[in-house]
C-alpha cells in the first residue's frame, strides 16, 4: 500500500496505521498530497475504517425541519437567512413544526433535526416551545435541533448563561445538537465568514458545556471556499481535544462550501467549492486523524451529490448520514441534491460497495441490519 509512497508522507501513514495520533503539522502535509500520495492516504483511511468500524454503512431516518429562514445575521456564506422583508422570508408557526414532526414519525422517521435563522420575532424562548410542544405530540421522536449559533442567541435575548438554556431544552425533551455553525475554527477565518459573531472560543464552550450536561452533538467543518490545510489541520486538532475531553461526538461531518448564491464568492473572495481531492482528502485524514477518537465519519450527499458521497464511503467514511426530506439550507446556496433520498437508494449505493447497510439512530444504536427496502429484482419500487 505505502510502496510508492514519498518519504515523508509514508512516515506519517506508518504512524496511523500503528494507532499512534498524528500532529497538525502530519495532517496539513497529507491535505496538500496529489497523485499517488493522494491514493496512499486513501488506501490507510479506508484500511482504519474497516480496523475501527468494519464494513457496516449506517444511516438515519430523519426529516429536516428549517423553521425560520428570516435571520439578522448575514453570514457571507449563507443563502439561507433572508431579512424579514424579503419576498421568501418565513417563519412556520408552532403547530406547522408539530404537523410536520408528527408526518415524520408516521414515514418511520426516528429523529427530526430541527434548526433556522436566528429571527428575533420569534423570541428567546422559541427553542424550548418548539421541543415541549413537538415531544407532547410525538414523545418517541428523537430531537436533534439548534446549532451552537442558535444557542448563544438564545442565551444572550434571554440573558441567562448557556448551561442554563441547555439544561432546560434537555429537560423539554432535546436529544443532541448539531455541531454546525463550526465552519473553521480560526479566528482570522471565522472574521470574513460571519463577522466572529459567534468566536471559536464560544463555539467550543457551548458545544462543550452541551456534552457536560449530557447532550451528545455532531462535529462538522465547512471547507473549500478561503481556506486550506493549515486551517483545516488545526481545526480537526481542535475537534480532537474536545473529543477527548468530553466524548461527546457522535460523529464528524465535513461540508463542503456550496458557494453557487453566496455573497462570499460572489465578492471574490472565496474559491468555487472544494475540488474532488480536497473532499476525498477531508475524509480520509479526518478518518486518519479522529478515527480513534471519533469512529463515526460521514458523507454529506447534500453537499457532495451522491455518487461522490459513495465513493467518499471508501475513503474512510462509514456514515451516510440522514433521509432529510425537505433540507432547505444547502439548496438555498445552489445545491443540486438535498430534498430527500430514500432508505432503499442508500441501502442500494452501500450493497453496490460490497458493504452493509444499516439503519441507527441518532446515538449510533443500530436498529435494523442488513438490506429492508431495497429490493434488487425489483430496481424501480424505491
Ligand atoms: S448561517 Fe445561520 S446565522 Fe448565519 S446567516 Fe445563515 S441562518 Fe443566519
Redesign the pocket.
Known amino acids: 500500500m505505502l510502496e510508492q509512497t514519498s518519504p515523508a508522507i509514508r512516515v506519517i501513514l506508518e504512524n496511523a496505521l500503528e494507532d499512534r495520533d498524528i500532529t497538525p503539522a502530519d495532517a496539513a502535509r497529507l491535505f496538500r498530497a496529489r497523485g499517488r500520495d493522494a491514493a496512499a492516504i486513501i488506501a490507510v483511511a479506508d484500511a482504519l475504517r474497516r480496523r475501527q468500524v468494519g464494513d457496516r454503512v449506517t444511516y438515519v431516518q430523519t426529516r429536516n425541519i428549517n423553521f425560520t429562514?428570516i435571520?439578522y445575521?448575514?453570514?457571507a456564506?449563507?443563502a439561507?437567512?433572508l431579512p424579514r422583508q424579503h419576498p421568501n422570508a418565513y417563519a412556520m408557526d408552532i403547530e406547522e413544526v408539530v404537523r410536520r414532526a408528527v408526518e415524520a414519525r408516521r414515514w418511520g422517521c426516528t429523529e427530526v433535526c430541527m434548526q433556522?435563522?436566528?429571527n428575533p420575532l420569534l423570541g428567546g424562548d422559541i427553542y424550548v416551545r418548539l421541543v415541549r410542544a413537538i415531544k407532547a405530540a410525538v414523545p418517541d421522536i428523537h430531537i436533534h435541533a439548534f446549532?451552537p449559533?442558535e444557542l448563544q442567541y438564545a442565551s444572550q435575548i434571554q440573558r441567562r448563561p448557556v448551561r442554563e438554556v441547555l439544561l432546560e431544552l434537555k429537560e423539554a425533551g432535546l436529544g443532541s445538537i448539531p455541531g454546525t455553525?463550526a465552519e473553521i475554527l480560526i479566528p482570522d477565518v471565522r472574521q470574513a465568514l460571519?463577522k466572529n459573531k459567534l468566536s471559536a472560543e464560544a463555539w467550543i464552550e457551548i458545544v462543550t458545556t452541551a456534552h457536560e450536561v449530557g447532550l451528545p452533538s455532531t462535529a462538522t467543518i465547512m471547507y473549500g471556499h478561503i481556506d486550506g490545510p493549515e486551517h483545516w489541520a488545526a481545526h480537526l486538532a481542535i475537534l480532537r481535544d474536545i473529543q477527548r475531553d468530553t466524548g461527546g461526538f457522535t460523529e464528524f461531518v465535513p461540508l463542503g462550501f456550496i458557494y453557487q448564491n453566496t455573497r462570499l464568492y460572489a465578492s471574490g473572495r472565496a474559491r468555487p467549492g472544494p475540488t474532488g481531492r480536497e473532499s476525498a482528502l477531508m475524509h480520509a485524514v479526518a478518518r486518519i486523524m479522529l478515527g480513534r477518537w471519533i469512529p463515526n465519519i460521514q458523507v454529506s450527499w447534500v453537499k457532495l451529490g451522491l455518487p461522490m458521497a459513495q465513493m467518499l464511503l471508501e475513503a474512510g467514511a462509514n456514515d451516510f448520514g440522514g433521509t432529510l426530506h425537505n433540507e432547505s439550507i444547502s439548496r438555498s446556496a445552489g445545491a443540486e441534491t438535498g430534498e430527500y433520498v430514500a432508505p432503499a437508494e442508500f441501502e442500494r449505493l452501500i450493497l453496490d460497495l460490497g458493504r452493509t447497510p444499516a439503519q441507527r439512530d441518532t446515538t449510533y444504536r443500530i436498529l435494523h441490519e442488513g438490506p429492508r427496502y431495497y429490493n434488487p429484482n425489483h430496481p424501480a419500487t424505491m
Request: hydrophobic share 30%; aromatic share 18%; net charge neutral.
Open positions: 429562514n435571520c445575521t448575514g453570514c456564506f449563507c439561507f437567512g433556522g435563522g436566528l446549532s449559533f455553525a460571519t
